[in-house]
């Protein structure tokens, strides 16, 4: 029995793949790359991959895993990467972006381990504010660990459940500096109601 397998039609500017009984494929004759391009490298046109509005877009490398992205502009800025979220009821506090790092557990269970969350703090078009979270898996749950935050000049640690902390990685001193040899103070403040400890190893002193 024959079935369908490709149509052209007139309302599309293009082709129509499959049956409409299962998936379409498209696949290379032979061990050969498969390349969409918009008239062989011309200086304007987009590939565009639409989904469904319940569906997603997979990419399964096989093997190695590798995804690459090359850019042949001569200029300074190599390849980009945008995520953009475009709803159409933005407000303070979306997470406009999140990238989960996910692998298995003992089980062979899908299991994110960690996770980066873009946030619109706030959506004012004269102002807009952005905050970008990290998070890892913390017996299975997922903590903030630093957030770099637009009203703060720096970062910030923790995830306002307990204690942070920042260490060095290993047997080495962890050192606070100033960018100018000559200029700029560090700066060690407490809460109103607290204090500030300084804690020596032992037989080490406090300098």
């Known amino acids: 029995m024959l079935t369908l397998q490709m149509a052209l039609d007139s309302d599309l500017n ?11 494929r498209v696949s290379t004759n032979g061990s050969f790359d498969l ?5 062989s490298g011309n200086t304007t046109g987009n590939i565009t991959i639409n989904d469904g509005a319940a569906g997603g877009i997979h990419l399964n490398p096989s093997t190695t895993g590798i995804i690459n992205m090359t850019s042949t502009d ?22 406009v972006t ?21 946030t619109a703090k706030d959506v004012a078009a004269a102002s807009p504010d952005g905050t970008v979270t990290f998070s890892v898996m913390v017996a ?32 080495f ?22 204090a500030i400890t300084i804690t020596g190893a032992v037989g080490a002193a406090a300098s």
């Not at 390349?35 to 008239?39: A, G, K, P, Q, S």
């Not at 001569?74 to 997470?95: E, I, R, T, Y």
């Not at 903030?144 to 290993?170: H, P």
Request: charged share 10%; hydrophobic share 40%; aromatic share 4%.
């Open 140 to 171: 299975n749950t997922m903590l903030n660990r630093l957030i770099l935050d637009a009203d703060t000049n720096g970062i910030i640690v923790g995830n306002g459940t307990g204690n942070a902390v920042v260490q060095s990685q290993g047997n």
């Open 35 to 39: 390349i969409l391009d918009t008239n």
């Open 173 to 194: 001193d962890l050192v606070l500096q100033t960018g100018n040899a000559t200029t700029g103070n560090i700066t060690i403040a407490d809460g109103a109601g607290a």
């Open 98 to 118: 999140r990238i989960f790092f996910n692998g298995q557990d003992d089980a062979a269970a899908t299991q994110a381990y960690a996770q980066i969350d873009v």
């Open 14 to 24: 293009g082709i129509t793949l499959g049956d409409g009984a299962g998936n379409a």
């Open 74 to 95: 001569a200029g300074a800025l190599g390849a980009q990467l945008n995520f953009n979220h475009n709803g159409g009821s933005q407000a303070n506090a979306d997470v």
